[in-house]
């Protein structure tokens, strides 16, 4: 596969793990946070974590859509189709996130909720036309890779004036978790592997301010294994030469200015939350997008006056500290235990990116 | 945190902004609104039936060889 | 035998076992299924069996959709069934069907089914016998059920089991993984896109008859359906209390599937096949077994995937194309396309 299989090859991994084990200094330690979801899933598939020097670690960061989407956000969407009886279309990725009082998507769907998993938010669109009698309503989450395509579904359901669609936007940014997980200092961080296809959508100049502000360096790594590997290096060697600047390793997608159609999309469309709570991060300024008030007609939050809903999180899930970067999976009490893909407690074990999740089904118990 | 493949324009429709792209014989219908220009044998980023950017094999090919001097240069 | 187009839909009368039933079950299952034993038209079929050891096996079909490229509903339900049958060693001698049909399915559409059936069952020697027709109200069925039971007979000296694997012994594959899951989804509504893929839908009965002849000590068979190859090697490895080692470059995947599997985010280890086995040898028979199943046409592409170990943990591992290892667990849940 073009552009898949020259990035995965073996030789090349070995050797540039070689390198990494041997510039990697003695008696320090590296701890740097892929901050992607994206990535954690890549490092534990590829076994790359086995590949590096014990002196190096993967702190693995907020960047699981999934993961961040705050319980009450998905009670909501469950108390629309139970309550007005709308069409919720989904990304699969939710289904199975336990939302409060050990419910989900998943399970509401087994109630008899109408609730459908799609590929594309132009799926939803499809669905609203088919069912011009039934309100349908498109649960939109992600970072700033799946945010133009809500944009884009947007514009088209407004210059369709179709009536019976609206959007439950849920998008949320990466600078702003990025500056402040390195702001809360909870744990040291000595460089980010910065997201691949968020940074193709925002530019690597997105970068800069948190790179000057935390003096901490920042490579944005391509989406493959061995980008993953020479962006590790490109990290060491910055941090060895006590550099802090953003490089971008990922340079067949990602510009300095990013995707400059998608960003106008998304400014026409969308505008910023003054607040927004992220699950595990607590509520942050600035970090989230809502619909633009020309487009207040397909906003599903005020079409159906949806109001927050606070949930409990399960008693010794923790998410939140895995989610920051501050605990590894199998610190939790509820680790591969209680908590297993099959009967998840938080979102880090249902996603298929979240850390929880990668430590079980790759890393568990290594013979 | 965003599964995006690549994958060769193989037709396009212009007035409709959509295009049909190829994965190693899958076809796919996928939107290029978020694209200022694209062309057949281009290939592109794929993420939820939206192409996101045009892969550029120039970087490609220079991304490959830095890959290629590393391994080089390994101990 | 060409079906031909019965009009309208199937209703309640057709389950009642008036005429309506007589009827439906003389033009559509008795005319497909056609053989001795069921012409008879008893409520029963008796026959002599040779002596040994039988083997009996059922499975529900609940497929959606009902026909999807390289098969349907009813021949997957025959070839199901066959291959639960032999992966014991057996000779499948003999199949029933029961089918559950929701009111408002076309005629045309369960002639088609039932059509495919009586194909499947006759290319591979497997006459159906007997069987049962309900019906049910409308929501109540996803169209059609299929329940179908196979009995056959394991030949002397064959003693094939999920808990005989060892250390040292080898595991093979008869083929390509992925091809019916994908070619499946590649029909659903949403998630389609368009390719060549088709079901690998197959009874392995008579492969299975050819690489017996090679080498009748064979340990284990299965065939890897639901959850894929990942979760019959995990099976395996748990009922057996050992572990295995696989090559990732050595298992067998189209690029067709590659590709599918790298555009919804899925893994081909866990996506169903129905027409390929696993089988566990001796190390020092899997070359002949190979060469055997390269030979048949339902095994072009059979290779040996890894070799089993020993293990308190019973886990499956697996060498990556990449240079390192991971587990390959069990599936939790249902393996969904995703975004992130």
């Known amino acids: 596969m073009k552009y898949l299989d020259e990035f995965r090859d073996g030789a090349t991994a070995r050797a540039l793990a070689a390198t990494i084990r041997n510039e990697a200094l003695t008696g320090r330690e590296y701890r740097l946070m892929e901050f992607c979801g994206g990535h954690t899933h890549a490092i534990f598939r590829y076994g790359i974590k086995d590949l590096m020097p014990a002196n190096l670690r993967f702190v693995h960061g907020p960047g699981c859509p999934v993961c961040v989407l705050p319980a009450g956000r998905i009670e909501a969407a469950i108390k629309l189709v139970e309550e007005h009886q709308v069409i919720l279309c989904t990304y699969a990725d939710l289904m199975r996130v336990p939302a409060g009082k050990k419910d989900s998507l998943h399970k509401a769907k087994a109630r008899g909720g109408d609730i459908r998993m799609i590929y594309s938010a132009t799926d939803a669109l499809g669905i609203a036309q088919a069912n011009p ?40 940014l990466t600078p702003p978790a990025m500056a402040h997980i390195l702001d809360s200092a909870e744990t040291q961080i000595d460089g980010i592997l910065g997201p691949s296809h968020v940074s193709s959508v925002i530019g690597s100049c997105a970068y800069a301010s948190c790179c000057k502000q935390y003096k901490t360096p920042i490579v944005i790594a391509g989406f493959e294994p061995l980008d993953v590997l020479a962006s590790t290096l490109m990290l060491l060697r910055q941090i060895n030469t006590g550099r802090h600047e953003v490089e971008n390793q990922y340079t067949r997608v990602v510009s300095s200015t990013g995707n400059e159609k998608a960003q106008a999309l998304m400014r026409d469309t969308l505008v910023m939350r003054a607040l927004f709570e992220w699950r595990g991060l607590g509520r942050l300024p600035d970090s989230a997008m809502q619909i633009r008030g020309t487009y207040a007609d397909l906003d599903a939050e005020k079409r159906f006056a949806m109001q927050d809903i606070e949930v409990a999180e399960n008693k010794g899930c923790i998410c939140p500290a895995v989610l920051r970067g501050v605990s590894d999976p199998d610190a939790c009490k509820l680790f591969g235990t209680v908590c297993t893909p099959e009967d998840p407690k938080g979102a880090c074990m249902v996603s298929s990116e979240g850390a929880c999740a990668a430590y079980y089904s790759y890393g568990r118990r290594r013979a | 945190m965003c599964l995006a493949v690549p994958a060769r324009i193989i037709s396009l429709d212009s007035a409709a902004n959509m295009a049909v792209v190829d994965l190693d014989g899958i076809r796919k219908e996928t939107s290029t609104m978020l694209l200022d220009s694209v062309k057949v044998g281009d290939y592109v980023l794929l993420h939820v039936g939206f192409a996101l950017e045009v892969i550029n094999p120039d970087e490609a090919e220079r991304t490959l060889a830095i890959f290629a001097e590393m391994r080089a240069d390994a101990p | 035998m060409k079906a031909t187009h019965i009009k309208g839909v199937v209703d309640m009368t057709h389950g009642s076992g008036g005429r309506a039933s007589a009827r439906l079950i003389e033009e559509i299952f008795v005319r497909h299924f056609d053989n001795e034993l069921l012409a008879q038209r008893n409520d029963q079929a008796a026959f002599n069996v040779p002596a040994g050891r039988m083997v009996i096996s059922t499975d529900a079909h609940v497929i959606s959709p009902l026909f999807f490229p390289g098969g349907d509903i009813g021949s997957l339900s025959v070839h199901g069934t066959i291959n639960d049958v032999c992966m014991s060693g057996a000779v499948p001698l003999y199949l029933s069907a029961a089918f559950i049909l929701e009111e408002g399915l076309s005629l045309a559409d369960l002639e088609r089914i039932v059509a495919s059936m009586g194909e499947a069952s006759r290319k591979a020697g497997v006459p159906i016998v007997t069987g049962d027709t309900k019906v049910v109200e409308k929501g109540k069925a996803d169209g059609v059920f299929i329940t179908t039971t196979g009995i056959g007979m394991v030949p002397q000296g064959v003693n094939i089991s999920g808990d005989l694997a060892r250390a040292g012994h080898a595991i093979l594959i008869s083929g390509s993984i992925g091809d019916h899951g994908m070619a499946v989804l590649s029909s659903r509504e949403g998630l389609g896109f368009s390719t060549s893929l088709q079901s690998d839908s197959a009874a392995l009965h008579d492969l299975l008859a050819a690489m017996l002849e090679v080498s009748p000590n064979i340990h284990c068979l299965r065939d890897p359906t639901r959850g894929g190859l990942a979760t019959t090697l995990n099976e395996l490895a ?8 696989i090559e990732e470059q050595a298992i067998p995947v189209k690029p067709e599937v590659r590709g599918a599997c790298e555009l919804l985010g899925l893994d081909p280890l866990y996506v169903a096949n129905e027409g390929k086995l696993v089988c566990i040898c001796d190390a020092a028979d899997a070359a002949p077994l190979l060469a055997a199943m390269q030979a048949h046409p339902l095994g072009r592409d059979a290779a040996m995937i890894g070799r089993v170990v020993e293990d308190d943990q019973h886990l499956v591992q697996m060498q990556t194309a990449f240079g390192g290892s991971r587990i390959v667990d069990w599936l939790a849940g249902e393996q969904l396309p995703r975004i992130c």
């Open chain 3, 238 to 245: 748990m009922q057996s209390g050992v572990g295995m080692l």
């Open chain 1, 133 to 172: 009698d039934r309100q349908v309503v498109f649960f939109a989450i992600g970072f700033e890779t799946t945010t133009p395509p809500t944009a884009a579904v947007l514009k088209i359901a407004h210059a369709m004036e179709l009536k019976n669609f609206s959007v439950y936007c849920n998008h949320v």
